[in-house]
């Protein structure tokens, strides 16, 4: 195996875990609220630098707008903290969240924003989301890994 091989094959497995993870914070959260939600991940090309080779979708119920927001704020979060190990995910909102937001809200997928945005105090959801993922790590944790062990192509 030469080395572009190698750092193609780092890449897909990082985007597939960080998706796995996005998706189950979604689940999570969505469960949290007694929804009853489904996700998948499916492979959509090969991996590159600029484009991943995976898309994910969480869908559930119609809810309220805070809970919709809440729902949205958990695939980020879990996103964010999935190269951690769950035992030392932080109990409060962390500022390096909220650069990381800044940073990279221009590519959250239209339905994550539209989530986000779907209720006016985003500060309280956000907060609200933060303690649902740490409350169900384990849970976070385990949706993940059976997302990631179940991808289908497109």
């Known amino acids: 195996m030469n080395k572009r091989?190698?750092?193609?094959?780092?890449?897909?497995?990082?985007?597939?875990?960080?998706?796995?993870?996005?998706?189950?914070?979604?689940?999570?959260?969505?469960t949290h609220f007694g929804l009853r939600p489904?996700?998948?991940?499916?492979?959509?090309?090969?991996?590159?630098l600029e484009t991943r080779a995976f898309i994910?979708?969480?869908?559930?119920?119609?809810?309220?707008?805070?809970?919709?927001?809440?729902?949205g704020w958990s695939?980020?979060?879990?996103?964010?903290?999935?190269?951690e190990p769950?035992?030392?995910?932080?109990q409060e909102v962390p500022i390096e969240f909220v650069d990381y937001y800044a940073s990279f809200a221009n590519e959250n997928s239209a339905t994550d924003n539209e989530?986000?945005?779907?209720?006016?105090?985003?500060w309280?959801?956000?907060?609200?989301a933060w303690r649902i993922i740490i409350n169900h790590r384990q849970d976070v944790q385990?949706?993940?890994?059976?997302?990631s062990a179940s991808v289908t192509s497109t």
């Open 86 to 90: 769950v035992e030392e995910w932080p």
């Open 56 to 71: 994910g979708r969480t869908l559930s119920a119609r809810t309220t707008p805070f809970r919709k927001s809440v729902i």
């Open 5 to 30: 091989e190698w750092n193609a094959r780092v890449v897909e497995a990082h985007d597939k875990r960080l998706l796995a993870f996005h998706e189950a914070g979604h689940c999570v959260a969505a």
């Open 142 to 147: 385990g949706i993940a890994k059976d997302l």
């Open 75 to 83: 695939g980020l979060i879990a996103e964010y903290l999935a190269d």
């Open 38 to 48: 489904s996700a998948y991940i499916s492979r959509i090309g090969e991996p590159t």
């Open 124 to 128: 309280r959801a956000l907060k609200t």
């Open 115 to 122: 989530a986000l945005n779907a209720h006016a105090q985003r």
